[in-house]
């Protein structure tokens, strides 16, 4: 079973960049899809950007799209979110999230309650 830390959060200007990361620990990294999700205050958990197991092309939720990009590095066991042109509809507890590859991922990646893995969230504050 996989634990999950994020790292990389904080307190920005409107306009500013910030590089979220999650380490994973345990085995079989490679083997998971993982993502991005976030919660603002009073809102739900929502989907923010998601990469499968093997790469390829990300998925984004429309309002970042253009200035959040995903990535992992397998070797190093850990997924990034680089997060530019920060706005404060981003103020939000940022969490990663990883899926054990179960079927169905490309129509599902968006849905909270199929990730089993969770970090304990990091805090993005944006001021305008």
């Known amino acids: 079973q996989l634990q999950l830390r994020e790292s990389g959060g904080g307190s920005v200007q409107a306009g500013s960049s910030l590089r979220l990361s999650c380490a994973a620990s345990?085995?079989?990294?490679?083997?998971?899809?993982v993502a991005w999700f976030r919660q603002g205050p009073g809102k739900e958990r929502e989907f923010v950007a998601a990469?499968?197991?093997?790469?390829?092309?990300?998925y984004y939720t429309d309002s970042v799209k253009g200035r959040f990009t995903i990535s992992r590095d397998n070797d190093k066991h850990t997924w990034y979110l680089q997060m530019n042109s920060l706005k404060s509809d981003d103020t939000a507890v940022y969490y990663c999230?990883?899926?054990?590859?179960?079927?169905?991922?490309?129509?599902?990646?968006?849905?909270?309650?199929?990730?089993?893995?969770w970090g304990q969230g990091t805090q993005v504050t944006v001021s305008s």
């Open positions: 999230a990883a899926d054990r590859g179960s079927p169905g991922y490309s129509a599902t990646y968006y849905y909270t309650h199929r990730y089993t893995v």
């Open positions: 345990g085995y079989s990294f490679s083997d998971y899809n």
């Open positions: 990469i499968r197991r093997t790469g390829g092309i990300p």
